[in-house]
């Protein structure tokens, strides 16, 4: 069982240069999330999803677009990277249980730096 | 948005020594979960609260849930060399239930 699969693991990007983050679910999961961590803090919401063809903001969406066109693939796209994006990114995807939302279930991340 | 104080931010401790850490919150929580992150990967879930006043345990990890909802603890009993790593506190708030929370973590580094 692979669990939340995210590539590429290392990325250096350009600025102004544009990529994509891959993340894939095989637990048929309908919540998928995409956080970044800055060193030494904690995790920020960028986008998250609902379910397939649902996207919402997070805390900080700006530079980002997500989409969600089927329940195992929620990519997250940047357009115009900027140094300020530099960071660790990681996706993660979760179930509702009776008593609510279960805990995420993390991929292992993609350190992206922008120079 | 909301925010998670997670307290201390790093501990350095002998092995064999108990730990202890804490999250509290302005907003009520309905649920609390901990997380651990080791070097280069991401957080694995340790435990997970639900209900108020609830205390889980996990091997040598045991939380609980504060009475008020605002707060929740993590302690380690016995630490060992692989408790190395950044626990996190994270929660949902009553309203808008889909999106975790997360704390500042805190950075757990044991001297054998």
């Known amino acids: 069982n692979a669990g939340v699969t995210q590539t590429p693991k290392f990325r250096i990007l350009k600025i102004g240069q544009s990529m994509t983050l891959q993340c894939t679910q095989d637990m048929n999961h309908n919540y998928m999330y995409w956080y970044r961590q800055d060193p030494g803090m904690g995790l920020k919401l960028i986008y998250y999803s609902v379910g397939a063809g649902i996207t919402d903001k997070g805390e900080v969406p700006n530079g980002y677009n997500v989409s969600r066109s089927t329940t195992e693939d929620f990519p997250l796209r940047l357009e115009l990277a900027a140094p300020s994006q530099t960071s660790v990114y990681f996706c993660a995807s979760s179930y509702s249980t009776g008593q609510g939302i279960g805990g995420y279930t993390f991929g292992s991340g993609t350190r992206l730096t922008v120079v | 948005g909301q925010q998670l104080n997670q307290s201390p931010q790093s501990m350095f401790i002998q092995e064999g020594e108990d730990v202890s850490m804490n999250c509290t919150s302005s907003?009520?929580?309905?649920?609390w979960l901990w997380y651990k992150q080791e070097p280069g990967e991401g957080p694995v879930l340790l435990i997970a609260?639900?209900?108020?006043?609830e205390l889980t345990s996990n091997g040598r990890l045991t939380a609980q849930f504060g009475i008020t909802r605002k707060d929740s603890f993590l302690n380690i009993s016995a630490s060992i060399p692989s408790d190395v790593g950044i626990y996190f506190c994270a929660g949902y708030i009553i309203q808008g239930a889909q999106k975790l929370v997360f704390g500042q973590g805190t950075r757990l580094t044991i001297n054998p």
């Open positions: 609260l639900y209900k108020a006043g």
């Open positions: 907003s009520i929580f309905n649920t």
